[in-house]
């Protein structure tokens, strides 16, 4: 399992079924989800707050901080995908989307 | 382009693109990136912050409230996407690895 | 009106008053203001996020950065003073708690 | 000590004399304070993220939610005075001059 082999929709079907098990859908507004993406947030703020530029590119080499990293990001990207079912926004589209206006906000300069 | 069909890998290759064709990737430290993906949940939370949990929930059928979710939905994504790239943590796996956690730390009661 | 001279109480009569001629405060649970919170730090972070440390340190001697600071800092502070009110919790006795907490945390090297 | 009774200016002080003590001042960059900042507020968050909007009403009233806030609201508010020293800017002004800008961007109605 790995991004080059794993669509999008994989991942959120797993998340769906593990959420369906424990009976927390009823939890899970978009408000919720907000609010609990800006507590996963913080807490990969936290690895990050006293690291200086290098110490952050170094950081996952670092075996522990990888980890912690890589824990913190999943945790992130769960939520990310709850607010893709809940809210029925398509995220591979919604981020297609986004891709074109921001081709026109920011130019590419002349290659 | 939708979920179902998009694999992780392929979202990350076209922000990739995009950001280098516009000489970004000096700037995309893991801080860095982690400072902007609380720039990108803080907006949207301010999307959220005064609707009742019943109007959250309605929201994404509102078609400006949708939008703008699906665009500031976008924004946090492409940050995740772009901490994948720059520190090498792989999402599908990442989550996959954080779930067999999640399954010991809050296991299903019995179906 | 500055720091030295104007107790917490003052800013909190002050910022109460503003969303009472409102009629704001039935928005205004904790739910909420946390939310509010998380979206009026994110503009703060915007500020930052593609800023060097170097550069964050400057930041408040360019008159536009500081002022795009001050703003977004007062913003933050504002819902921290009406978290203080809407809770009831002093932010004088909180923060004089909770650094005794952090003395026996965080014990300072003998001088 | 209450927010009655306590200027702003002598929270600072307690402040500047805690990270002093234990040698924290070359940490405490304008960029890595505002890290910290989300850091602290997703602690916050994650308090109310499955709440209702009543029970965020109640919470204060539970002695160990309570407990809960005010530990967190403390840590968020110490950053927010962290950042007044770091970047010179002086929170009681600041908030002053942003609510007559919001004075005239959200007027009150008659009275």
Redesign the interface.
Known sequence: ????????????D??RR?AA???WEP?H????L????????????????????EE??A??ADPRL?EA???E??????I??L??IH?????????????A???LK?P??P?
């Open positions: 399992m790995s991004d080059a082999t794993t669509p999008v929709a994989a991942l959120k797993g998340i593990f098990a424990r009976g939890y507004t978009p408000k919720n907000v609010l609990a993406l800006a507590s996963e947030v913080g807490e990969l703020c936290e690895v990050f707050r006293w690291l200086t530029a952050s590119r950081a996952p990888r990293i890589a824990d990001l999943a945790d992130v990207a769960n990310v995908l607010l893709s809210t029925g926004i398509d995220l591979a589209d919604a981020v297609r989307v986004k891709m206006k921001n081709e920011y590419a300069p290659g």
